[in-house]
T-cell receptor
C-alpha cells in the first residue's frame, strides 16, 4: 500500500544550529500533511501542517516545505534548543485512505549543548 | 482546561482479561480515533468514530472494540482475543473527519502480567 517514510531515523544537532527533518511520501493523492513532536512517554503534539495547494508554511521557529513533484516534505527548526529533543513524525491523509492519518516511523532529534 | 484526557496512564492486563481504556474530550469535536504505537514505530489506526453511535474499523481492529455513546467519550476495550496487547495507546480527536488536524491525548501504556 501507500506509505509515508522518513529518510533518517536519528539526527543529532548542536544547540543553536538549524535542524532539517525530511519525510518522503508515495501517494500523489495526499492532500494534507502534519508534523508532530512526541516526547518520551507522551502523546504527539501538533507542530505545523500544510495543505497540498501550498509549498511552504511558517510557524514560530518552524517551517514546513512541501515538494509535490518529488513527494517530499521537510520540517526546518531554527535555532534548535534542548527542549526540541524528541521524536518527530510526519503524517499525511487523503480521501483515498478515508482520511485516516498515515504516519511515518519517526526521526529522533537529539540536541547537544 | 480544554483537551483530551486518557486514563489510566498505566494499565496491567492479566491473561484472558478484557480491559477498557478511557478517552474523554471537551473540545466539542465530532471525530475521535484510537491508535496503537509500538516501540520505534509510527502510529497505527485501530478504530475511529465520526459521530455519536457510529464507528469504523481501522487497519488493526482485530481484538479491540469501541463504543461512542456520548460525543465526548470514546472508550477502547482490549479483549482477550488481542494476543499482543502490550503497546502505547493514543486517543485523538478532530473537529470532523476529513482533512483536519488531529489532536492527541497523553496516552495509556498497557502491559501484560
Amino acid at each position: 500500500g501507500e506509505s509515508v517514510g522518513l529518510h533518517l531515523p536519528t539526527l543529532s544537532v548542536q544547540e543553536g544550529d538549524n535542524s532539517i527533518i525530511n519525510c518522503a511520501y508515495s501517494n500523489s493523492a495526499s492532500d494534507y500533511f502534519i508534523w508532530y513532536k512526541q516526547e518520551s512517554g507522551k502523546g504527539p503534539q501538533f507542530i505545523i501542517d500544510i495543505r497540498s495547494n501550498m509549498d511552504k508554511r511558517q510557524g514560530q521557529r518552524v517551517t514546513v516545505l512541501l515538494n509535490k513533484t518529488v513527494k517530499h516534505l521537510s520540517l526546518q527548526i531554527a535555532a534548535t534548543q534542548p527542549g526540541d529533543s524528541a521524536v518527530y513524525f510526519c503524517a499525511e491523509n487523503n480521501e483515498d485512505s478515508g482520511y485516516a492519518l498515515n504516519f511515518g516511523k519517526g526521526t529522533s532529534l537529539l540536541v547537544t549543548p | 482546561d480544554g483537551g483530551i484526557t486518557q486514563s489510566p496512564k498505566y494499565l496491567f492486563r492479566k491473561e484472558g482479561q478484557n480491559v477498557t481504556l478511557s478517552c474523554e474530550q471537551n473540545l466539542n469535536h465530532d471525530a475521535m480515533y484510537w491508535y496503537r504505537q509500538d516501540p520505534g514505530q509510527g502510529l497505527r489506526l485501530i478504530y475511529y468514530s465520526q459521530i455519536v453511535n457510529d464507528f469504523q474499523k481501522g487497519d488493526i481492529a482485530e481484538g479491540y472494540s469501541v463504543s461512542r455513546e456520548k460525543k465526548e467519550s470514546f472508550p477502547l476495550t482490549v479483549t482477550s482475543a488481542q494476543k499482543n496487547p502490550t503497546a502505547f495507546y493514543l486517543c485523538a480527536s478532530s473537529i470532523a473527519r476529513g482533512i483536519e488536524t488531529q489532536y492527541f491525548g497523553p496516552g495509556t501504556r498497557l502491559l501484560v502480567l
